[in-house]
């Protein structure tokens, strides 16, 4: 996913001021503005039940991530405030927190296959995949992938990108949960969600560490169940 700069949309950074957030899940089921390239109603799934315990350990859990998540200034550009998630993944507890504090809010809802979206989906996403008992599957940019394969187009604030999946690796009907380490304008997560469904897929939910809720991502998911451990 591509880094944004200050009063354009992007996906991987924000200029807003630091503020300590809290474990956010939202049911974003809800009837949405229909493109040609929207989802499908029919994909609609249940919301992630969590018991008022597990609400409250997520709660707790979020403060420590936006205490450890790293703000890096000017980077990869100026006006780019990044969210580095190095600095949670080289503490171990840490690391293996954030993917059982994920795989809990899924353990019930049967998920087949993780799907990640390159790069940094790949870690937590593979990871999860593991403590699901899930096949994992990368859905990556252009001419990356070896093998037959479909590509998903979405729309950048000035121009267009594209992602691709392979044809065979998801079977008709299975259960797709889609990772990725950040929300930002939703156009990634989108085209993700769009493949899954081409090769006959399921999306039985979306789960992200982090959420840039001034982009307003979630209203380009509006069909799906969305999850975020901080929002910032």
């Not at 087949?112 to 593991?130: M, N, P, Q, T, W």
Request: glycine share 8%; aromatic share 6%; proline share 3%.
């Amino acid at each position: 996913m591509k880094q944004m700069q200050t009063k354009k949309r992007g996906n991987r950074g924000t200029a807003k001021s630091k503020q300590e957030q809290n474990f956010s899940y939202t049911n974003t089921s809800k009837k949405s503005t229909r493109t040609s390239g929207s989802m499908s109603k029919k994909n609609l799934t249940s919301p992630v039940q969590t018991s008022d315990a597990l609400q409250k350990k997520l709660k707790l859990f979020s403060k420590r991530l936006e205490k450890k998540i790293r703000t890096v200034p000017d980077f990869p550009k100026q006006g780019i405030m990044f969210k580095d998630i190095t600095t949670v993944l080289k503490e171990k507890k840490l690391f293996s927190e954030t993917v059982d504090m994920l795989a809990s809010l899924y353990k019930n809802k049967r998920i087949d296959k993780v799907v990640s979206i390159e790069s940094r989906g790949f870690i937590f996403g593979a990871a999860l995949a593991y403590k699901l008992g899930a096949g994992f599957v990368p859905v990556r940019k252009p001419n990356k992938l070896p093998a037959e394969k479909i590509r998903e187009e979405y729309v950048l604030e000035y121009g267009t990108d594209a992602l691709e999946i392979h044809t065979d690796a998801i079977r008709k009907g299975e259960r797709v949960l889609l990772h990725d380490d950040l929300l930002a304008t939703g156009g990634t997560a989108g085209a993700a969600c769009r493949l899954v469904e081409r090769v006959g897929g399921k999306v039985a939910g979306l789960c992200f560490l982090i959420e840039l809720t001034f982009l307003n991502g979630r209203e380009k998911l509006n069909d799906y169940d969305v999850v975020s451990l901080l929002k910032v």
